[in-house]
Nanobody, 122 residues
Framework: QLVESGGGLVQPGGSLRLSCAVS????????MGWFRQAPGKERKFVAA????????YYTDSLKGRFTISRDNAKSTLYLQMNSLKPEDAAVYYC?????????????????WGQGTQVTVSS
């Protein structure tokens, strides 16, 4: 089970930290990821992290502004988002990729949270 939280309304230039509580069968997944989907657009990869090591992966356009991290003791995944822009507004989803294949693609992620809405507006 994956449960996201931390979304909300933020002004341009502001920051938010999303959290994803991980439990059940998803706990042993090799890779956890964040995706986002804006209205009328396809779901896109944001970032991923391997549980077994410090490896992280980002979509190029978000490097330097977004940071993915995890707390194994708390079974929680995070996404720190800084310098937010209106185009970052979307529903953000966390997902679990049990085998760690193709970390930036949607298809290997078998388990998904319900999503949390991020709105960037003044």
């Amino acid at each position: 089970q994956l449960v996201e939280s931390g979304g909300g309304l933020v002004q341009p230039g502001g920051s938010l930290r999303l959290s994803c509580a991980v439990s059940g069968v998803t706990f042993g997944s090799d890779t956890m990821g964040w995706f986002r989907q804006a209205p009328g657009k396809e779901r896109k990869f944001v970032a991923a992290i391997s549980w077994s090591g410090p490896s992280t992966y980002y979509t190029d356009s978000l490097k330097g502004r977004f940071t993915i991290s995890r707390d194994n003791a708390k079974s929680t995944l995070y996404l720190q988002m800084n310098s937010l822009k209106p185009e970052d507004a979307a529903v953000y989803y966390c997902a679990a990729n049990r085998l760690g294949h193709s970390k930036t693609q949607i298809w290997p992620y078998e388990y998904w949270g319900q999503g949390t809405q991020v709105t960037v507006s003044s």
